[in-house]
C-alpha cells in the first residue's frame, strides 16, 4: 500500500511537473523564444520520464506490474499534437511573424514518442 502511495504521489508531481514544462513550452513560441525553456529543465523532465518507464518495464518483466489504464497515450497526444500545431503554424505564416519553433520541443516531443513506441513493443513481448 505504501509503495502504491508513494507511486501516485510521484505520478501527480510528474502530471504537474508535465503541465509546466509544456506551458513554458508554449510561452517559449508564444513570446517568439524571448523565454526559452532551459536545457536542465527538459533534461529533467525525460529523466524523470524516463526512470518512470524503465521502472515500470522491469516491474513488467518481473510480474509485479499489470497496467490498468494508458496514460502514456495523453502524453503522447500532447506533445504530438504540440509539435504539429507549433510546426503548421510556423510554415504557414509564423516564421515571417518572427516566431520560432522552441528548441527543446523536438527532443521532447520525440522523446516521449520513442518512450511510448518502446513501451508498447515491449508490452507485447512481455505477454
Do not use: C
Request: avoid cysteine; charged fraction near 20%; hydrophobic fraction near 50%.
Amino acid at each position: 500500500m505504501q509503495q502504491a502511495r508513494k507511486m501516485n504521489t510521484f505520478l501527480f508531481l510528474f502530471d504537474v511537473f508535465t503541465f509546466l514544462v509544456w506551458s513554458w513550452v508554449i510561452v517559449d513560441f508564444l513570446t517568439k523564444a524571448r523565454l526559452p525553456v532551459p536545457l536542465f529543465v527538459s533534461t529533467l523532465y525525460l529523466l524523470m520520464l524516463a526512470s518512470y518507464v524503465g521502472d515500470k518495464e522491469l516491474r513488467r518483466w518481473r510480474k509485479k506490474y499489470h497496467s490498468h489504464a494508458r496514460r502514456g497515450e495523453y502524453f503522447v497526444y500532447l506533445w504530438g499534437l504540440t509539435m504539429i500545431a507549433i510546426v503548421a503554424f510556423y510554415v504557414w505564416g509564423g516564421r515571417d511573424l518572427g516566431y520560432s519553433i522552441p528548441q527543446e520541443l523536438p527532443t521532447i516531443a520525440g522523446s516521449v514518442f520513442i518512450l511510448y513506441i518502446l513501451t508498447e513493443y515491449l508490452k507485447k513481448e512481455s505477454s
